[in-house]
């Protein structure tokens, strides 16, 4: 089966913007001494990553273990960020 060429660059870049888009907040947080907590933020990236992970792996007709895995990994960051949020 032919597949495009075209997902490994998608799912490259789409990671380089948002680990810059991590950097950008965080030194924002750090410079100006507000913006989003840093728990918050990086729970959030963590999900995005695991779900652009997720993605990646149904692109490459993955097993569905490790898509559930991906999956469930952006759940549990999702969750500590709702906890994070709820206690503050």
């Known amino acids: 089966m032919n ?3 075209i997902y490994p660059i998608i799912f490259v870049a789409a990671g380089i913007f948002l680990l810059a888009e991590v950097v950008v907040f965080l030194v924002y ?3 100006k001494k507000r913006g989003i907590d840093c ?3 990086i ?3 963590g ?13 490459m007709h993955a097993s569905p ?3 559930c ?5 952006a759940f549990l960051c999702h969750a500590i960020d709702q906890t994070m949020r709820w206690n503050a």
């Open 69 to 73: 895995l991906a999956v469930s990994g």
């Open 65 to 67: 273990v490790f898509l």
């Open 3 to 5: 597949e495009p060429t």
């Open 43 to 45: 729970a959030n990236a």
């Open 47 to 59: 999900a995005g990553g695991c779900l652009l992970f997720a993605a990646w792996l149904a692109t």
């Open 39 to 41: 728990v918050s933020l």
């Open 29 to 31: 947080r750090f410079h």
